[in-house]
Structure formats: structure tokens, C-alpha cells
């Protein structure tokens, strides 16, 4: 069974304990002891359950199980052992023990959607006295007089548990950092401290290399779509997609970023470009946000080839949908093939409508067979999307950015790429017509063919094809680094959802570890640990996980070494109920993001900071996670 199913059954078998337990004790109330007892041995079952599946989940991980078998369980159990030392008196002692049962099982079910993991002292004690103070309150409400001196040690006994509980839950507040087992101290090597926007990248291209420069305007517009449509985005120079912008690797790129009037202002990201710390564009971290009027210069030498992405990181939840994106293609020096057809095509949801490049219907090419045929695909948007390749057998060539390692052929096959993420498909052009379509749908895709053959119609018939597991495609190959490595660093990250802080409100945020951005420990490395990274996703959403400046290697899934081609990655999509486990090595010292890739889960507080020791920040107060 997947660990997401027994999440699910978990919170089930809470409900229907905690409905069943209060039935059972309402109708002893109204003396139908029958049928009360009847209902008391379903809830009896249902709280096995419960059991059941927490320890279940504690097999799939602590984390998983953590606050159900140390707080959750532990209540429920107390209460159902006072439901059958009481059950055969029958009466108000009996209706109290199976009421409690039920705020018991309620107050765990709480406990799982509204704190989870961790939860510690503090949390246990407040839910406690919480169930404490329904029982006080309904013992003296089915039985009107009992005796004073009982009722007034037990109303001291619960207010003291739960101010106890509160206290210690506003004086635990956790530490602000996480050396993940390393140096704790924060202190750099040497002793010198460096600020961000000092880390700075050559200035000049290699040798054999050139100059690049660009200037990007950011302003609102009105964009007609392939299809007639018009909507209001926001654009670079006015497309939305932005300029597509290439480079070769030793080139230096230059951009100079303008804002004439996007009010909250705006940034450039290079997504899965490992820039020096001053050109990330993360606004409170590595600059300011560039207000309207105001202008920014990010410079750096190409060193990776592949397919990457920009877009603003400024409210980029918002800003990143209205339009603010483009792609950044970086070739070889030497080429190994030259693709005379190579797109470089972005799908993005805009105002609705599905656009894959600028059209939001499909796009008809004629192409010659034989020609070497390279399709980029970037998702730039903050869900997944699942691809399909008609016509013709194919390659996943690249994943992030770099090349697989002896990819296999693919045919009748779904590709499923994370929000963010980039896939590069290659195929030699056949006789017949090829499709490329998104989401199962005939709307935007791409649709190829010699001259004299009509194009396909190809649509919802390849959604039933079954999708590529990227962990087990391709052939392994030697790796820097590997899971029998000795790591400097090891951190975990708990995705979930919960009540936390966000912008100074309580929210029901997207929290990593129980926590929302700003307050989630900042990770400490130093430069050159090796460090592994385990994300967990707890919830019911899928989180697109992407840290800057790095490229991650894959080391399992749900405890499945990645047998395949060596998987470089910088955007990784943990389903839920899914624990990865992925390495990196710290080489590109700076303050860099740590986030989801959902962008309104980022902006509710998915986010967090890898910080190198000694590196510190003047900027702050900018929407660096959101
Ligand atoms: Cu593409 Cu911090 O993001
Ligand atoms: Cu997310």
C-alpha cells in the first residue's frame, strides 16, 4: 500500500473513531445502552485501525507517524480504557469515558492536519488539557452535582497541563539554524566573514568566447494568442514568453534587467543555472527587488550546457504566472550534433489558457526526415505537466539540463515534468508525422511532418500511455559521489501542511519541518562538504523541490536506489507520501533559496535558506520565498 493511501486511511480511521466514540456517548445519555454498545465496538474497531495504520506509517518513516503514536494514540488509548472500566456501570460515567474517547480521537486528528511533525512536549500537553477540559465540562453537564472538591482539582489540573503545554511551546521556539550534524558554528574556515554581493563571477568570457548581452524590459502588456485571445501579462519586451536567450558554453552573459512599471517590482532568476550569489536574483537575499525605473546587471560565464529557464523571484507566484519567463539555452563548444530543428518550448498556464512556446494551439512544422530533431520542454509553471511523443521513437536526452547517460528509446510513453523542471527529447525526423502533445489534449503542441504529408491529430488516445519512471531510465555511470559516501552534512526537510506564521498572520501554511518561511532553520554548510538532503512530503499536495545554485544528484526514492542514468537534478517532484534522498556537493558558496517549486506554496511559506558558513546578507525584507 502506498504511504500516501495509509495517510489517507490514517486521518479516515480518526474521523470515523471520534464520530462513532461521540455517538456512542450521546446515546447512552438518552439511556439506549443497546445500541450505545454497538457503536462503542465500532469505535473500538475504528481505533484499532487508527492504530493500526500509525504504526504502519512509523515503518514508512518517523516522520510519518511521529505525533500520532507519541500524542495522538496515547490520548485515545487513555480514554478507551476509562470507556471499559466504565462501560458495563453504564449511566454518566460510561456517556463521559466514551465522549472523551471521541475528543480524544478528534483532538488527534487535529493534531495530524493542524501541528504534525514534529510535535513535542509542549504540543502533547495542550492537546491534553484540551481533552481534559471537554471531559471536566461534560461530567459536570451530565451530572449536575458532583462532589466540589473533585471538579476544582481537576479544573487546576487541566488549566495547569495546558499552560504548561503553551508555555513550553512558546519557549521551545527551535533553533534558528540547522548544521545538519555538522560545525554548528557559523564562523567561516578563516575567520573572515563575506557578503553576498561580493560573490562575484569573472568578467570576462574564455578565451575563444564572447560577449553576450542582452537587455530585458519588464512591463505590463496585452499579448494575442495563436488563437485570437487576448490577455493582460506581464512581459519582457513585451512576449510572454520573454526572449528566448542562448549562449555557447564560455561565452559571458550579460543582461542588463529594466523595470518600467510592474509595481512590486522585479528580479531575474536563472532556474537551474549555477550563477555566482549576486546574480541568483533571489530579492532579499542576493539584491533588491527592482522597483519601476530602476535597472539591474546579472553577469555571468556560461559553464553548463543545456536547457534552463528565467523568470522573476519577486512575489514570483504571481509575477512568474502573469508572464515574467523565458529560456535560457546554453551550447556546447563543440556541438555533438547538430539539431537543425531545436526548440526550446516552455509550456505556461496563462490567464487560463495552456501555451506551449507563445501558441495556445498546436503548432504545425514541416521538417524534412532524416533531420536531427531536439524538442526542449520546460515547465514554467507551478504544477506538473505530462508529455506524450506520437510518431516516432525518441530519446529523453537531457534532465535538468544535463545529458542521460545511454538513455533508451522511448515509445508509447508519458513524460510527467515537474513545475519548473526540463526535459530534452531527441529523434531523427521519420517519414511520417510526429506529435507532441501536452496533457493529453489536442490544444497547444506541436505538430511535424515531411512536405506532402498531412499532420497528425493525434489527442487524448496517448493518455493512457504509461508514464517513464526517470529513476530507473537509463544506464548507470560513475558519480562524484554515491550513497555509501561519508556525508559532512545531512539534512531533512518534512513537507506538510499546518498552522503557522506567514507574513506576521497564522495562516494555514505550506510548512516545511512544522514551520513557514521566514522561520524554517536555515541550513549551514561549508564550502566543500558533501551533503545529503532527505525531502519528505507528509501532505496531500506534490511539491516541485528546488534548491539555487546547485545541482543535486539522486540517491533514492522511497528507499529505491536510483538505479538509472546518473539523475542531476535542480527541481524534483515529491509526490505525496514519497521520501527522496539527494546529494550535493557544496562548491558555489553564497545564501541560496531551498524551496518549493509550487510558487504559492513557496509563497506560503515553503521556503527556506542554505546558508555557507561566514556568508552573510545586507538585503533583507524583499519576498525572497514567494
Ligand atoms: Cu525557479 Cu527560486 O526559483
Ligand atoms: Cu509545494
Keep these: 500500500m502506498s504511504t500516501a493511501t495509509l495517510v489517507t486511511l490514517d486521518l479516515a480511521a480518526a474521523l470515523v473513531a471520534a464520530a462513532l466514540w461521540a455517538s456512542a456517548g450521546a446515546l447512552t445519555v438518552r439511556g439506549r445502552s443497546r445500541l450505545a454498545v454497538g457503536l462503542a465496538a465500532g469505535a473500538a ?19 510519518f507517524a511521529q505525533e500520532k503514536l507519541t500524542i495522538g494514540v496515547p490520548l485515545l488509548l487513555v480514554a478507551v480504557v476509562a470507556v471499559a472500566l466504565t462501560i458495563r456501570r453504564g449511566g454518566t460515567a460510561a456517556a463521559t469515558a466514551m465522549l472523551t474517547a471521541g475528543y480524544a480521537a478528534a483532538v488527534g486528528l487535529a493534531l495530524t492536519l493542524l501541528a504534525g511533525y514534529p510535535s513535542g512536549w509542549g504540543v502533547g500537553l495542550v492537546c491534553a488539557a484540551v481533552v481534559g477540559a471537554a471531559a471536566l465540562v461534560t461530567r459536570r453537564a451530565l451530572a449536575p452535582a458532583p462532589a466540589p472538591g473533585t471538579l476544582r482539582t481537576g479544573v487546576a489540573a487541566v488549566l495547569a497541563v495546558g499552560l504548561a503545554g503553551g508555555a513550553l511551546s512558546v519557549a521551545l521556539p527551535g533553533a534558528p539554524t540547522d548544521s545538519g550534524g555538522g560545525v554548528a558554528d557559523a564562523a567561516p574556515p578563516g575567520g573572515r566573514t563575506v557578503s553576498v554581493d561580493e560573490l562575484r563571477g569573472p568578467d570576462t568570457p574564455d578565451p575563444g568566447g564572447a560577449v553576450r548581452r542582452y537587455t530585458l524590459t519588464a512591463r505590463r502588456a496585452s499579448v494575442t494568442l495563436s488563437s485570437g485571445r487576448t490577455v493582460a501579462a506581464w512581459a519582457f519586451d513585451g512576449r510572454v514568453p520573454g526572449p528566448p536567450l542562448t549562449a555557447t558554453v564560455g561565452d559571458l552573459v550579460e543582461i542588463t534587467l529594466r523595470n518600467a512599471d510592474i509595481g512590486q517590482g522585479v528580479t531575474l532568476h536563472w532556474h537551474g543555472y549555477d550563477v555566482p550569489a549576486v546574480d541568483d536574483g533571489a530579492p532579499g537575499v542576493t539584491q533588491d527587488p527592482v522597483p519601476p525605473g530602476g535597472s539591474y546587471v546579472y553577469r555571468f560565464r556560461a559553464e553548463q550546457a543545456g536547457t534552463y529557464w528565467y523568470h522573476t523571484h519577486q512575489v514570483s507566484d504571481q509575477g512568474v504566472r502573469m508572464g515574467l519567463y523565458g529560456t535560457l539555452v546554453v551550447s556546447p563548444r563543440v556541438p555533438s550534433t547538430v539539431e537543425s530543428v531545436d526548440l526550446a518550448l516552455p509550456v505556461h498556464t496563462l490567464d487560463g489558457a495552456v ?24 515547465n514554467t509553471d507551478s504544477g506538473p505537466h505530462r508529455f506524450a511523443l506520437a510518431g516516432v521513437p525518441y530519446r529523453l536526452a537531457a534532465v535538468d539540463g544535463t545529458d542521460l547517460n545511454r538513455p533508451g528509446e522511448l515509445t508509447e510513453a508519458t513524460l510527467r515534468l515537474a513545475a519548473g523542471g526540463r526535459y530534452d527529447l531527441a529523434f531523427t525526423m521519420p517519414a511520417g508525422a510526429v506529435a507532441l502533445v501536452v496533457d493529453g489534449t489536442a490544444g497547444a503542441g506541436l505538430r511535424l511532418a515531411p512536405d506532402g504529408v498531412p499532420f497528425a491529430r493525434t489527442g487524448p488516445e496517448v493518455a493512457g500511455w504509461p508514464e517513464v519512471d526517470l529513476i530507473a ?3 548507470p555511470a560513475a558519480t562524484p559521489f554515491g550513497s555509501g559516501s561519508r556525508f559532512d552534512r545531512r539534512f531533512t526537510l518534512v513537507l506538510d501542511r499546518g498552522l503557522a506564521v506567514v507574513d506576521r498572520l497564522p495562516a494555514y501554511a505550506y510548512t516545511v519541518d512544522g514551520k ?11 564550502a566543500g562538504d558533501l551533503v545529503a538532503m532527505t525531502v519528505v512530503n507528509r501532505g496531500f499536495a506534490t511539491h516541485p523541490w528546488h534548491l539555487h545554485g546547485h545541482h543535486v544528484l539522486v540517491l533514492s526514492r522511497d ?22 534522498v539527494v546529494a550535493f556537493r557544496a562548491d558555489n558558496p553564497g545564501v541560496w533559496m531551498n524551496h518549493c517549486h509550487n510558487l504559492s506554496h513557496a509563497g506560503q511559506g515553503m521556503a527556506l535558506h542554505l546558508e555557507y558558513a561566514g556568508v552573510t546578507t545586507p ?8
Design 45 to 63: 474497531v475504528a481505533t484499532s485501525g487508527r492504530v493500526a495504520t500509525a504504526v504502519a506509517l512509523a515503518g514508512r518513516g518517523w516522520w
Design 355 to 378: 501555451i506551449l512556446g507563445d501558441r495556445d494551439t498546436a503548432e504545425e512544422r514541416r521538417v524534412a526526415p532524416g533531420t536531427p530533431v531536439r524538442l526542449r520542454l520546460v
Design 473 to 475: 531510465y537509463g544506464a
Design 516 to 526: 513557514a518561511f521566514p522561520s524554517v532553520p536555515t541550513q549551514v554548510v561549508r
Design 559 to 580: 528507499g529505491r536506489p536510483a538505479g538509472g542514468s546518473p539523475l542531476w537534478m535542480d527541481t524534483f517532484d515529491v509526490r505525496p507520501g514519497e521520501v527522496w
Design 619 to 626: 538585503f533583507h525584507g524583499g519576498h525572497g520565498a514567494g
